[in-house]
């Protein structure tokens, strides 16, 4: 089993930038698929990034298309997510994943570890 601590988010005003990080630990750092997700006030945990073991994949939300990066550092166990142009509707709770198998997927069900969420709150 993998477990996940989150780190970074806070709170910023519209256009700012925040970067979030995902340490992994425990047993073994598996070749997986690590992915971000988020979840508003009253809404469904929803897909925001997620990317391959080597990075040979990428793929995102169409809203942060453009203003969010995924990466990560296979030697420091962690995976990243750099936010810029930082929206009021990018306010949430954010969450890293591991995945179950080895390709992408925007599905929670896909995805067996959790970390602990991070509050990113966006002011305008």
């Known amino acids: 089993q993998v477990q996940l601590v989150q780190s970074g988010g806070g709170q910023v005003q519209t256009g700012g930038s925040l970067r979030l990080s995902c340490a992994a630990s425990?047993?073994?750092?598996?070749?997986?698929?690590m992915g971000w997700f988020r979840q508003g006030p009253g809404k469904e945990r929803e897909f925001v990034a997620a990317?391959?073991?080597?990075?040979?994949?990428?793929d995102y939300l169409d809203s942060v298309k453009g203003r969010f990066t995924i990466s990560r550092d296979n030697s420091k166990k962690t995976v990243y997510l750099q936010m810029d142009s930082l929206k009021p509707e990018d306010t949430a709770l954010y969450y890293c994943?591991?995945?179950?198998?080895?390709?992408?997927?925007?599905?929670?069900?896909?995805?067996?570890?959790w970390g602990q969420g991070t509050q990113v709150t966006v002011s305008s």
């Open positions: 994943a591991v995945a179950r198998g080895n390709g992408l997927s925007r599905r929670p069900t896909e995805y067996v570890s």
């Open positions: 425990g047993r073994t750092f598996l070749p997986a698929v």
């Open positions: 990317v391959t073991w080597r990075s040979t994949s990428i």
